[in-house]
């Protein structure tokens, strides 16, 4: 997991650019990740999934990869939107334990 | 789908009191429960989750305790509060998605200051 005791880094992109937000996890042996987005002052969503076999996974305007040789996942936003403001955390797990977070990643949406 | 009530939404406490938060869950039974914390700009830290009543294992070692007394309920106390305990405090549950994965679902979240 990451170290949960860092500020957020941020990514400032301009509106109806394509983001890319990138999460480095530590564990191999972690076999499903989630992305979530934050809202300032509400709890994580749930934005797209993606389980060790796949590579890539895609759901609305949102596209997961996975390398999980270099250990690497990224979220890919299209056309970001000022909506899309937020923090966006990676989560990886293993088995039944819990979710690792990772620290998190601000991205700003420049109208 | 599931449901989580977190209250109080907002707290301001002074360095010493007691704290506690309550969290409980609607719409499903024998749910994982887990406590993070993030503070203000940074990450979430994981405090404290449970398997089932009366079980809790505590990730971080610190002056906070959590209990779960019913099934649905998962409450985090302090005996006496400090400084470095603000932040904001998220309760989850965690299930299965359709497609066989794995979601963790997250509350309102309560807003910790203390003075």
């Known amino acids: 997991g990451e170290s949960v005791g860092l500020h957020l880094p941020t990514l400032s992109v301009q509106e109806g650019d394509n983001s890319i937000i990138n999460c480095a996890y530590s564990?191999?042996?972690?076999?499903?990740f989630i992305w979530y987005k934050q809202e300032s002052g509400k709890g994580p969503q749930f934005i797209i999934d993606?389980?060790?076999?796949?590579d890539k996974r895609q759901g609305q305007r949102v596209t997961v990869l996975l390398n999980k040789t270099v250990k690497h996942l990224s979220l890919q936003i299209a056309a970001t939107q000022p909506g899309d403001s937020a923090v966006y955390f990676c989560?990886?797990?293993?088995?039944?334990?819990?979710?690792?977070f990772g620290k998190g990643t601000r991205l700003s949406v420049i109208a | 789908s599931q449901t989580i009530h977190q209250w109080p939404a907002t707290l301001v406490q002074p360095v010493g009191s007691p704290l506690s938060l309550e969290c409980t869950v609607e719409?499903?039974?024998?749910?994982?429960l887990y406590w993070y914390r993030q503070a203000a700009g940074r990450g979430l830290q994981l405090l404290f989750y449970?398997?089932?009543?009366?079980?809790i294992s505590s990730e971080v070692p610190q002056n906070l305790s959590a209990s779960r007394p019913q099934d649905r309920q998962f409450i985090l106390s302090s005996k006496k509060l400090l400084l470095s305990d603000s932040g904001f405090y998220l309760c989850?549950?965690?299930?299965?998605?359709?497609?066989?994965?794995?979601?963790?679902?997250f509350g309102p979240g309560t807003r910790l200051t203390v003075t």
């Open positions: 989560a990886e797990n293993w088995g039944n334990t819990p979710l690792v």
């Open positions: 564990n191999s042996a972690s076999d499903y």
């Open positions: 993606i389980r060790s076999n796949m």
């Open positions: 719409g499903t039974s024998n749910p994982n």
């Open positions: 449970s398997v089932g009543i009366g079980q």
């Open positions: 989850a549950t965690a299930g299965r998605t359709g497609t066989s994965g794995y979601e963790q679902y």
